[in-house]
């Protein structure tokens, strides 16, 4: 069982999609970084009607899939808290994690891994054991590198640096995991027994953007 976690790890950090997805999230979180600083500063700059109106939810503003949302009142100082909450609970996190678990959990099929390895492993059900494990150390590093990249996102566009609060943090962060990485088991699950990579990422981000 180890010998199998530990290949699969290290298929798991050879495979050129995993930076991809890295470098595409560090990006991506860079944009929406610069893109909450112009909201928090249009706020800043309207008054107290003006952003209640905004705030109040209307038919015309109803959002379906990916919306990414501040949640810190003008006049606050915007924390790297902040945007990884609202980065979470706009899906973002939850995108790139799904796609490289059905990139993942596909690869192998035609790379024949499982031809190579599966007749040399009694229980086959070990061969997914592994694979989620490998996979929950992806979301664990995506995760961590996703919350201090965003530190450095916020020193490089707000050009100051406010964690927010260290206990809600933790208990956020520990919440977010768990919820994650039952998506990212799901999504495994849909793509071994689709043994698709398109209809398998269809479903996925379908999946993520019904999420509530």
């Given amino acids: 069982m180890l010998n199998m976690i530990k290949m699969?790890?290290?298929?798991?950090?050879?495979?050129?999609?995993?930076y991809v997805i890295w470098i595409v999230l560090a990006?991506?979180?860079?944009?929406?970084?610069?893109?909450?600083?112009?909201d928090y500063d249009s706020l800043n700059e309207e008054d107290a009607v003006q952003q209640e109106?905004?705030?109040?939810?209307?038919?015309?503003?109803?959002?379906?899939?990916?919306?990414v949302m501040l949640s810190t009142e003008p006049g606050e100082k915007v924390?790297?808290?902040?945007?990884?909450?609202a980065n979470s609970q706009g899906k973002f996190y939850a995108l790139f994690l799904v796609i490289f678990a059905v990139l993942f959990s596909t690869a192998d099929i035609s790379s024949g891994y499982i031809k190579n390895i599966g007749g040399q492993v009694g229980n086959r059900g070990s061969l997914i054991f592994s694979r989620s494990i490998a996979l929950s150390v992806f979301m664990v590093l995506t995760m961590t590198g996703a919350f201090l990249f965003q530190a450095a996102a916020n020193c490089i566009v707000?050009?100051?640096?406010?964690?927010?609060?260290?206990?809600?943090?933790?208990?956020?962060?520990?919440?977010?995991?768990?919820?994650?990485?039952a998506l990212v088991l799901i999504c495994m699950a849909i793509a071994i027994i689709l043994k698709n990579n398109v209809i398998s990422m269809v479903i996925a981000v379908c999946l993520t953007s019904a999420a509530v």
């Avoid at 905004?54 to 109803?62: D, G, K, L, Q, Y």
């Avoid at 924390?79 to 909450?85: A, E, L, N, Q, R």
């Avoid at 050009?159 to 768990?178: D, P, Q, R």
């Fill in 79 to 85: 924390t790297v808290f902040d945007i990884f909450f």
């Fill in 27 to 38: 990006v991506a979180l860079l944009i929406t970084t610069s893109l909450c600083k112009t």
């Fill in 158 to 181: 707000f050009g100051e640096l406010e964690w927010g609060n260290t206990k809600a943090i933790l208990s956020y962060f520990v919440a977010e995991l768990a919820l994650h990485y």
């Fill in 53 to 67: 109106q905004i705030a109040e939810p209307t038919a015309e503003n109803m959002n379906v899939g990916m919306m």
């Fill in 8 to 18: 699969d790890l290290y298929r798991m950090f050879r495979t050129k999609s995993l």
